[in-house]
């Protein structure tokens, strides 16, 4: 089986390296060999350290008639988009790790790919296969709730920001100067990245409309020390979540910081490792542990794609070979949670009384309260809330409320508690 | 498409049940309707709470032709093996959870079911999609290292004894009271039901040659208060551990209580819940985590083989499309582990000396000792060893010739430590 690669960067490298280190293993597993055959980049002039030819012209690639299996590494949204469509229109099977292009994209090439394999395993937590997990491996079930760390540099930064009392910023340079974060962080940081996987998730779980902008979606940007100093006091540990559950008929997915138990099993993943837990109807909860990233690891999974193609495997793109109906977005405003407040004041007489007389006319209810004794000569403190299950737009009117009273120092801050 | 129950019991009544209460969801994503239509039982008056026919006659329901795909939950390993030979050799799709059955024939089987679908996935860990994500998940990876716990039962059992002090003979009856353990529980707490699943797994990740009797395994009946104390005081949890691995060229498989970090991620699995960690080159570590055992978790496993067969799935059985060399064991006498051991003596001058000296003459290096002060009035110690990495051949050796000095007064007992 031939195959040619669009876009030989970190993973289509190890792509090649691997296809070719393991290629007796894998030709008996596949039942044949699996043969990179050309790739593409876009500078011819960088090494790239691979041994099969490599040219900048991509639509002579896509013109040859001896390529069984493309790869799309190229990254983007709608230039992917658009070659991966023609590919699928000549038949021939695509395995992508892109992720932003299938959280846009993966109804329209479900239905490009209705009679040809697509395996997109590298585009969820790396090497993990949690896509076959999920679509093959409990496929007897109704999903019900899906709680992953899906990115692997705001899980470095966390964790980091937990064992070593750092801060943010510090901790965003470490990872940068490691390579576990891109020069922009944003994708990564901002919970966009994770919010990509969650909704792909989701569409094989139980079938979910809705763009990457319609759920919702928070960083880990404004996470200050004085919350890690709360989480370890009440036993918590911080986490970025994506979170996907079934709330009366709808869908209800969101990614954020989020403070959980520190004895559950998903709170000991720690560094740039990923995770993801599912509950189903039949299986109870079942977990899927290992490296978000990297070449090889994401490699393994494109890898883990070809062999399945070239053993005549066929696999419906989301899971479902025929129609079953998609789960409408819940509204942001109806998200229930609990919710964890840190609130900057004026160490003065009233002001506990005043917040909680707003929360309580809002129908927040106090599970706990924190404050410490004020430190020599300030005169300000901080006080932190818990509270019972809420309603997502009665906690943001809350916080604006707050924010307005004269003796609130600085925007109030959330963090969802997930339990 | 038909399908058959060979044996209704806990499991193949939760199949049934399942089949019928996800019917919309498992036709959407099989691509057809998966309708039990038969089911054998040994004793026709118990009430088994399915409302599909069972017979009492497995002749009849094989010589059937209007079924398409026989699952077999009858336990045993001859009779199984015989009647699914039967089945294979009439090309007719077979689903197991028999592991006994696959750990003695699982070559034969494979042989049998070279064109004919034969899924297994129930065989291990219950629910947890292992086969899938080892045969086909991780299929671009050369496998080095598996790790895990395989049995729910030992690992309720050591988790209630590790949490509350509590003995291992206590602990069994209050899991037989609770469902968790068989009236006789030698498969599950001597480590051979453990040494089935490793067997199975090992023979996907790399091929291995032999059959239960020929690996190392060890139960959890000796372990004591007094191992617990240790575990705790040195950080460690103590697990039943399925470990298999490449040593210089050979397969090195052992099934035995093992000392672990408890900060080690599978340290934190508790009760009667499964996981394995493996170890790969591309991938490194991933783990897998859910519940080993129970009629829905099986069931979950059943019914996804049953999906994938009825998509058209084609996976070899143990994930080899073509002959790939198997693996010698690895000859028990050759293991390097690292040891604890605890030695109950005379409290008198002399003792560690002479101890030390036979540890030292037999290459055994001590990597760490604790004494505890002797209590008021008694003539006796215990002495706590951990050994650096040593021969098993050398450590039995020092165990025989410990046990016969008259200041020893029981036998020395020894759990492995896995780092």
New interface residues.
């Given amino acids: 089986m031939n195959i040619a690669i669009l876009g030989v960067g970190t993973v289509g490298s190890?792509v090649i390296k691997?296809l070719q280190k393991?290629k007796?293993?894998?030709?008996?597993?596949?039942?044949?060999e699996i043969i990179p055959v050309v790739g593409t980049v876009r500078d011819l002039n960088k090494d790239r350290g691979v041994n099969i030819p490599l040219t900048d012209d991509i639509k002579s690639v896509l013109n040859r008639d001896d390529i069984d299996i493309y790869i799309e590494l190229m990254g983007g949204v709608e230039k992917p988009f658009s070659i991966v469509s023609e590919i699928l229109k000549k038949k021939k099977p695509v395995v992508t790790a892109n992720k932003a292009m299938l959280a846009y994209h993966r109804y329209a090439l479900q239905n490009l790919a209705k009679d040809t394999p697509f395996g997109f395993?590298a585009s969820v937590a790396g090497?993990?296969?949690i896509i076959?997990?999920l679509r093959?491996?409990?496929?007897?079930?109704?999903v019900e709730k899906i709680v992953g760390i899906l990115n692997g540099t705001s899980n470095y930064i966390l964790t980091d920001m937990m064992q070593n009392n750092s801060n943010f910023e510090d901790v965003l340079k470490k990872a940068q100067s490691l390579g576990y974060a891109e020069a922009d962080p944003t994708f990564d940081v901002d919970g966009i990245d994770a919010a990509h996987k969650l909704l792909i998730l989701s569409s094989i779980a139980y079938g979910v409309h809705g763009d990457p902008e319609d759920i919702l979606v928070k960083g880990i940007r404004k996470i200050s020390n004085e919350d890690i100093f709360f989480a370890k006091e009440f036993d918590y540990t911080i986490k970025l979540l994506g979170i996907s559950k079934i709330t009366d008929g709808k869908a209800e997915l969101r990614v954020h910081p989020a403070l959980i138990n520190k004895d559950r099993?998903i709170a000991?993943?720690d560094g740039v490792m990923n995770a993801v837990s599912i509950n189903?109807?039949?299986?109870?909860?079942?977990?899927?542990?290992?490296?978000g990233a990297g070449g090889?690891?994401t490699?393994?999974?494109?890898?883990?794609d070809l062999?399945?193609i070239a053993?005549?495997?066929?696999?419906?793109m989301l899971?479902?070979?025929?129609?079953?109906k998609k789960m409408e977005l819940i509204e942001q405003k109806n998200i229930q949670t609990k919710y964890y407040l840190r609130v900057k004041v004026e160490d003065r007489t009233g002001v506990l009384a005043s917040i909680t007389n707003v929360m309580s006319q809002n129908n927040i209810s106090i599970d706990s309260f924190l404050q410490k004794p004020r430190n020599k000569g300030e005169k300000h403190t901080t006080l932190y809330f818990t509270t019972h299950l809420s309603l997502e737009a009665n906690i943001k009117r809350v916080m604006g409320i707050l924010e307005n009273f004269e003796f609130v120092l600085n925007r109030p801050f959330m963090i969802r508690i997930e339990e």
């Fill in positions: 190890s691997i393991n007796d293993l894998i030709s008996a597993r596949a039942g044949k395993e090497g993990i296969p076959k997990a093959e491996g409990l496929s007897a079930n109704r099993i000991e993943v189903c109807d039949a299986l109870n909860e079942s977990m899927y542990y290992g490296p090889d690891a490699a393994s999974a494109v890898i883990a062999i399945d053993k005549g495997n066929k696999n419906p899971g479902y070979a025929q129609n079953f």
